[in-house]
């Protein structure tokens, strides 16, 4: 009888040691590539760093397009500094995801880095400078 992958970390199942055919039964083989939690968490994690990374690349664009007139090359700057900032977010997000997929899997522990946060927040200060410049820029020009 082999262990369901999707059950969730090992050992937190209520099954005994062992399978009822007989002998000692040692940890039935991991899968690499089984998910760990029955709920997908951090799938759902990464899933939702791919919506906010999207959200802060676009963001980052439209604010370029709308601003460009008024900031002219520091709008295009800004706007692709953002963008590329939103995609360094979300590699480093996915590189986490299996870093922690792995860690899960192996030791039963989550290990996990702040550098997709640190990008983000750096992506919305970027889309913030965007904004403050053109609001600076049209109440200085009226």
């Keep these: 009888m082999s262990r369901d992958p999707s059950d969730g970390p090992e050992g937190s199942g209520a099954s005994g040691a062992s399978g009822g055919s007989g002998g000692p039964a040692g940890p039935p083989p991991v899968e690499p590539d089984a998910v760990f939690d029955k709920g997908l968490q951090p799938e759902r994690t990464l899933l939702a760093w791919r919506r906010t990374c999207l959200a802060f690349g676009v963001a ?3 604010g370029m397009r709308f601003t460009v007139g008024a900031m002219g090359i520091l709008a ?3 706007g692709v500094i953002g963008a590329a900032l939103a995609v360094l977010a979300y590699a480093l997000a996915a590189t986490g ?12 522990i989550l290990v996990r880095g702040g550098l997709p946060m640190l990008a983000g ?6 889309i913030g400078a965007l904004c403050a410049g053109y609001l600076a820029i049209g109440l200085l020009g009226s």
Excluded: E, F, I
């Excluded at 995801?97 to 039963?108: I, M």
């Excluded at 927040?121 to 970027?126: I, Q, Y």
């Design 76 to 78: 295009v700057v800004a």
């Design 97 to 108: 995801y299996r870093r922690a997929h792995h860690s899960l899997r192996g030791q039963g």
């Design 121 to 126: 927040t750096a992506a919305v200060l970027v």
């Design 60 to 62: 980052s664009l439209v």
